[in-house]
C-alpha cells in the first residue's frame, strides 16, 4: 500500500513546542501567550497579528522543528509500516524558509525514521498547500493528517486517518477515520481492504 503521512501534529508534538517557544516570545513582547487550541494557526491561537506571528516564525521555526518530540509509538508504528509499505511524507513545511528540508531530513534519521519520499511546501504560501495534488500524483491508497482543510479535500479522493484534534472536531465523513493515537493508525492499516474499492461500483 502506499501511505502518505503529514508530519507536524501528525508525526509530530508540533503545537506543543510552538506554544513553549510562543511564551518566550509573547513574554518579551508583550503579546498573550494563553493558547485557544480550538484554533490552528497561531495568529488565532494566540491573538497575534500576522507582522508578530510571522516574525516570530521566522526567528524559532528552526528551534521548532529540530526539537519537537515525535508522538508515542510514532517511530515505532512508522518502522514497521515502512517494511510493508511505501511512505510518502508530504509536509506544508515551506522550503522559503532557511534550511527546512535540511532540518527536517536530519530530525527524520535521527528518530530512525526510514521513508520512501519527502515533498515538502514549494508554494507561496508559508504553511499550507494544497495536498491533494500530491497524493494523486503518488497515487496514495490513504492519508495521514491532523489539518482539517486538507482533510476534508483528500477525503473527497481517498481515506484520511485524521488525528484528533480541538480544531479538526467539527469534520465528520465515511471517508475520515478518527484517531487518538499510533497504535490506532496500525490497526487501521493492518485491516485496511488489500483491493481498492472501484468508486464506479
Ligand atoms: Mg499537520
Redesign the pocket.
Same mark, same amino acid.
Given at each position: 500500500m502506499k501511505i502518505g503521512v !503529514?508530519? !507536524?501534529?501528525?508525526i509530530t508534538y508540533t503545537t506543543e513546542i510552538i506554544m513553549q517557544y510562543a511564551a518566550i516570545y509573547g513574554q518579551e513582547n508583550g503579546l498573550n501567550i494563553v493558547p485557544d487550541l480550538n484554533h490552528y494557526y497561531i495568529e488565532d491561537v494566540l491573538g497575534w497579528d500576522e507582522e508578530h506571528a510571522h516574525k516570530f516564525l521566522l526567528s524559532y521555526l528552526g528551534d521548532i522543528y529540530r526539537n519537537t518530540k515525535p508522538k508515542e509509538q510514532a517511530v515505532e508504528v512508522l518502522r514497521e509500516l515502512k517494511q510493508e509499505h511505501e511512505l510518502v511524507l508530504i509536509t506544508?513545511r515551506n522550503l522559503l524558509f532557511p534550511r527546512v528540508k535540511e532540518t527536517t531530513m536530519g530530525w527524520l534519521t535521527n528518530h530512525g525514521i526510514d521513508y520512501d519520499h519527502l515533498v515538502l511546501n514549494t508554494t507561496d504560501n508559508m504553511h499550507f498547500f494544497d495536498k491533494l495534488d500530491i497524493c494523486l500524483q503518488y497515487d496514495l491508497d490513504i492519508m495521514i493528517? !491532523?489539518?482539517y482543510e486538507l482533510a476534508k479535500q483528500i477525503s473527497t479522493e481517498l481515506p484520511v486517518i485524521l488525528f484528533d484534534y480541538p480544531y479538526n472536531r467539527h469534520l465528520a465523513s465515511d471517508n475520515i477515520i478518527r484517531v487518538n493515537n499510533w497504535n490506532e493508525i496500525k490497526a487501521w492499516i493492518n485491516n485496511f481492504p488489500k483491493v481498492k474499492p472501484n468508486p464506479n461500483d
Open positions: !503529514d508530519i !507536524d501534529n501528525t506544508s493528517e !491532523d489539518h
